[in-house]
């Protein structure tokens, strides 16, 4: 159990801040119609759908297994309950089972499979709209043999609540990126995950990221962070196209970070990013007016730095607030919301030259 000397885990929101968010929300949860951009002629191809319909729900990747957390439903309830499915050698899924269930509904959460574990990390919980409410909790549960889990336990806490966080690992250091706490949040905090599935403290980064990112989307490749897009505090624009950068030193810190010289074709939030095989990755998401379809994809090169982006094959479904994951070179984007909280699933496959197609 957590060290209950530490500070309570929500903060009561500003008013404007309460505005931001109840703008966001809207953006996010409203029928808004798609927009159908340029893209590959291969849509993703649907695989088996998992139970609980979720929106701003988590995913991560165990070994063999896929699993999802958290989330809202259309009813604006919490959905406890984990799903998991084995990922077949053709990378289809098996049926989804329900394991057990989140000590604490949230959504806009992050998760990471680490050393046997898997954990739930912030997000936001509590009534919907102007009163809801960031969170710093930590959960875990351990992973049984056959991909279910034991009892989710609190772990311990974030240094400050964050409520659409990043999170991505690398080796047995787990960062947490951006996110709100009744502002947008620049800094990135960092945890040691121990092979016991206890964490270490976490503590502030030093570097904090160049742009006060929320609903925005991370990806990690070859010990580098990338942060794309996300939701600008600007009555001109609703989103950013940018990309900034950092690098992981050798005592696990972070480089300063940069803006790189390409931008998305497409600026947008609440999207998945993801990186496979040497190249980044931006599906879907929101541009403040429609929905989105459209997939992204930019090489990088040996320094780390992100070439042109160029669209590939499009989603089947244009949703935002979703889920992603990687296996392999299979890529799997994961509930969200479309005209509704969706539970459907759709993958790709990773071609030689970076394009995404569709399995045969």
Same mark, same amino acid.
């Given at each position: 159990?957590?060290?209950?000397?530490?500070?309570?885990? /929500?903060?009561?929101?500003?008013?404007?801040?309460?505005? $931001?968010?109840? /703008?966001?929300?809207?953006?996010? =949860?409203?029928?808004?119609?798609?927009?159908?951009?340029?893209?590959?002629?291969? +849509?993703?191809?649907?695989?088996? +759908?998992?139970?609980?319909?979720?929106?701003?729900?988590?995913? @991560?990747?165990?070994?063999?297994?896929?699993?999802?957390?958290?989330?809202?439903?259309?009813?604006?309830?919490?959905?406890? &309950?984990?799903?998991?499915? %084995?990922?077949? %050698?053709?990378?289809?899924?098996?049926?989804?089972?329900?394991? +057990?269930?989140?000590?604490?509904?949230?959504?806009?959460?992050?998760?990471?499979?680490?050393?046997?574990?898997?954990?739930?990390?912030?997000?936001? /919980?509590?009534?919907?709209?102007?009163?809801? &409410?960031?969170? @710093? !909790?930590?959960?875990?549960?351990?992973?049984?043999?056959?991909?279910?889990?034991?009892?989710?336990? =609190?772990?311990?806490? #974030?240094?400050?609540?964050?409520?659409?966080?990043?999170?991505?690992?690398? &080796?047995?250091?787990?960062?947490?990126?951006?996110?709100?706490?009744?502002? =947008?949040?620049?800094?990135?905090?960092?945890?040691?995950? %121990?092979?016991?599935?206890?964490?270490?403290?976490?503590? $502030?980064?030093?570097?904090?990221?160049?742009?006060?990112?929320?609903?925005?989307?991370?990806?990690?490749?070859?010990?580098?962070?990338? #942060?794309?897009?996300?939701?600008?505090?600007?009555?001109?624009?609703?989103?950013?196209?940018?990309?900034?950068?950092?690098?992981?030193?050798?005592? *696990? *810190?972070?480089?300063?970070?940069?803006?790189?010289?390409?931008? $998305?074709?497409?600026?947008?939030?609440?999207?998945?990013? =993801?990186?496979?095989?040497?190249? #980044?990755?931006?599906?879907?998401?929101?541009?403040?007016?429609?929905?989105?379809?459209?997939?992204?994809? @930019?090489?990088?090169?040996?320094?780390?730095?992100?070439?042109?982006? !160029?669209?590939?094959?499009?989603?089947?479904?244009?949703?935002?607030?979703?889920?992603?994951?990687?296996?392999?070179?299979?890529?799997?984007?994961?509930?969200?919301?479309?005209?509704?909280?969706?539970?459907?699933?759709?993958?790709?496959?990773?071609?030689?030259?970076?394009?995404?197609?569709?399995?045969?």
């Amino acid at each position: 159990m957590p060290d209950k000397s530490i500070k309570p885990t /929500t903060y009561l929101l500003p008013a404007i801040g309460a505005l $931001l968010i109840g /703008t966001i929300a809207f953006l996010a =949860f409203a029928k808004t119609p798609a927009k159908h951009e340029p893209g590959g002629i291969n +849509s993703w191809k649907p695989v088996n +759908s998992f139970h609980l319909p979720r929106r701003a729900l988590a995913a @991560a990747v165990a070994g063999d297994y896929l699993y999802v957390m958290g989330g809202i439903d259309d009813n604006d309830e919490y959905v406890r &309950q984990t799903e998991y499915a %084995r990922i077949n %050698r053709d990378g289809t899924l098996g049926p989804w089972r329900i394991t +057990s269930s989140l000590n604490e509904g949230r959504f806009y959460l992050a998760a990471v499979a680490s050393d046997g574990y898997l954990y739930a990390i912030g997000g936001a /919980t509590g009534p919907r709209g102007d009163d809801n &409410q960031p969170i @710093a !909790s930590v959960e875990r549960a351990r992973i049984n043999p056959d991909g279910g889990l034991g009892a989710w336990e =609190f772990v311990n806490y #974030l240094t400050t609540p964050r409520r659409g966080l990043k999170v991505v690992k690398h &080796q047995n250091h787990i960062y947490a990126i951006g996110g709100y706490n009744g502002i =947008f949040l620049k800094s990135v905090e960092r945890v040691d995950a %121990r092979p016991d599935g206890t964490l270490g403290d976490w503590q $502030l980064e030093k570097e904090a990221s160049a742009i006060d990112r929320y609903i925005h989307s991370a990806a990690i490749l070859d010990g580098k962070i990338y #942060l794309l897009g996300g939701h600008v505090r600007s009555p001109d624009k609703m989103s950013y196209g940018d990309v900034e950068m950092t690098s992981i030193e050798p005592d *696990a *810190a972070l480089a300063p970070w940069q803006i790189e010289r390409s931008s $998305l074709q497409t600026p947008r939030f609440i999207a998945s990013a =993801f990186a496979m095989n040497g190249y #980044l990755y931006m599906a879907g998401g929101h541009d403040g007016q429609y929905r989105l379809d459209s997939v992204e994809y @930019a090489p990088v090169d040996t320094e780390g730095h992100a070439g042109k982006w !160029s669209y590939t094959a499009k989603l089947s479904t244009a949703r935002s607030a979703a889920a992603v994951v990687t296996h392999g070179n299979a890529v799997y984007v994961l509930g969200g919301m479309d005209s509704e909280a969706l539970n459907t699933v759709e993958m790709a496959l990773q071609s030689e030259d970076g394009r995404l197609r569709q399995p045969k």
